[in-house]
């Protein structure tokens, strides 16, 4: 039982690290999200980088009071998980509905009919992108393929309205932007 007292030391300054480093201030935070946005224009979709708009906030909420926080917009409807296996190509299709796309794992590639853009989407913590191509707006939507072994985990959330924003640039969000 030699190892106890280290044990509990262990714990000790485990405990005490983790209350200095409590109530970090949201000014180290950045002011908002830059997410990939499938738009469209002149019946055409189209990939661009959006700050979305308003940014964060420092929260109220009960759990994650003083930690920074941003709307993502009112949702509709039955949001979705969806398992997708590697090496699967999902052809070229519109937006069902306009609504959030969060990768969790995997990776997606995603190119246009009628540009030479694309988005790189590497699923985790900067997996979302903005899927809004619906055919109302876009006449050949995009093309979505899965090029690696890895599997995706993709959970769709469809959205009442356009999220409020401002473009950053006419291209998916790079890794300055993320
Ligand atoms: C962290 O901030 C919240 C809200 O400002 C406050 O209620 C809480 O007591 C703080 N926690 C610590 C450990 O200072
Ligand atoms: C959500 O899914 C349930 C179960 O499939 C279905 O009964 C319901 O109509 C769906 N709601 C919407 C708004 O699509
Ligand atoms: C877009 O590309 C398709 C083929 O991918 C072509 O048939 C169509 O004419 C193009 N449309 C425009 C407006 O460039
Ligand atoms: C988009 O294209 C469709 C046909 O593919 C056409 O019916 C529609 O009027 C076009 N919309 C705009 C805004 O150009
Ligand atoms: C979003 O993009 C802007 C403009 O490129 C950049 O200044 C900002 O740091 C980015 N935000 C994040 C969280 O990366």
């Not at 409590?22 to 979709?45: E, G, V």
């Not at 190509?89 to 995603?110: C, E, K, M, Y």
Request: glycine share 8%.
């Amino acid at each position: 039982m030699i190892f106890l007292p280290v044990l509990f030391t262990t714990l000790l300054a485990a405990t005490s690290a983790a209350a200095a480093s409590t109530n970090t201030t949201t000014s180290s935070f950045p002011s908002t999200l830059n997410i990939t946005t499938i738009t469209a224009h002149n019946n055409q979709s189209a990939l661009e980088c959006w700050a979305l708009d308003p940014g964060y906030t420092t929260s109220a909420q009960a759990g994650v009071s003083g930690t920074a926080m941003l709307p993502l917009g009112p949702i509709t409807g039955n949001a979705t998980n969806i398992l997708i296996p590697g090496n699967y190509d999902g052809g070229r299709h519109n937006a069902p509905t306009i609504q959030w796309v969060i990768f969790l794992s995997g990776v997606a590639h995603i190119t246009l009919p009628n540009s030479t853009d694309e988005a790189w989407v590497i699923g985790g913590r900067n997996g979302a992108i903005l899927a809004l191509d619906t055919a109302e707006v876009s006449t050949q939507g995009h093309y979505t393929v899965y090029p690696t072994e890895e599997s995706t985990l993709v959970w769709e959330v469809p959205l009442v309205e356009v999220p409020g924003h401002r473009v950053l640039y006419k291209r998916a969000c790079g890794g300055a932007e993320v």
